[in-house]
């Protein structure tokens, strides 16, 4: 079945370093990809997304590249701040199964120090 | 426009029990999903609803149902409450326009469920 495996956390830098957490996934058809960050005490939100190969999601400054040869879509980001503290979840979407239900990996805590 | 809402927040229940989580879905959207986040986990797929009807599920036990109602609100329910049951309950809801895929899914705060 689908699986995604995530970077383990938790994850610590100090502000403006780079920020890299590594996603790969399995997966039998050609799924959607995502990546979703949870701020403490809220629910999931949609932070970037590609839908096929070689796509690019960007938002906030974060970005991710759909590998369909290496089955990744790594999270990356320049320079980070205190506010991005947070749990980062990847997530896929076999759209083959018509119903577009998500598959998550375990998440990373990432905590950025003034 | 309203976003998704659940209800309650937290919760607290004693094994064996039985519970009912509420959801309300963005308006506009016709499709509720539920998740299942155990502590320092993802979320799991529990199952999606769509015009009323269970469409699609994970892998978890017929003692968690759900039903959806005429407005698109949902409702999952817990049978016979175990320990392990203690987690997040995610809502989530979407757009899906006939066989195309779903629009961008938008999930609730959750709802905290302890079990003792």
């Known amino acids: 079945g689908d699986s995604v495996t995530q970077m383990e956390g938790p994850v610590t830098l100090s502000e403006e370093a780079f920020l890299t957490i590594n996603c790969t996934y399995t997966a039998t058809g050609y799924p959607s990809l995502f990546w979703y960050v949870q701020y403490p005490g809220e629910g999931l939100q949609l932070l970037l997304k590609a839908t096929k190969a070689d796509d690019k999601g960007s938002n906030k400054g974060f970005e991710a590249t759909y590998r369909k040869e290496t089955t990744s879509f790594h999270l990356e980001k320049g320079s980070v701040q205190v506010s991005d503290s947070a749990v980062y979840f990847c997530a896929l979407s076999d759209q083959g199964f018509g119903n577009e239900k998500l598959t998550f990996g375990t998440g990373t805590r990432l905590t950025i120090i003034p | 426009e309203t976003g998704v809402t659940q209800s309650p927040t937290h919760l607290i229940k004693t094994r064996g029990q039985q519970v009912t989580l509420r959801c309300s879905s963005q308006?506009?959207?016709?499709?509720v999903s539920w998740y299942q986040q155990a502590l320092g986990q993802g979320p799991q797929f529990i199952f999606q609803?769509?015009?009323?009807?269970?469409?699609g599920r994970g892998n978890f036990p017929p003692r968690f149902s759900g039903l959806q109602f005429p407005n698109y609100s949902s409702e999952l329910n817990v049978n016979a409450l175990e320990l392990d049951d203690s987690a997040l309950y995610l809502c989530?809801?979407?757009?899906?326009?006939?066989?195309?895929?779903?629009?961008?899914?938008?999930f609730g705060q959750g709802t905290r469920l302890t079990v003792v």
């Open positions: 308006s506009g959207h016709n499709t």
């Open positions: 989530a809801s979407s757009l899906k326009r006939g066989e195309g895929p779903n629009t961008e899914a938008f």
């Open positions: 609803y769509y015009r009323e009807e269970e469409n």
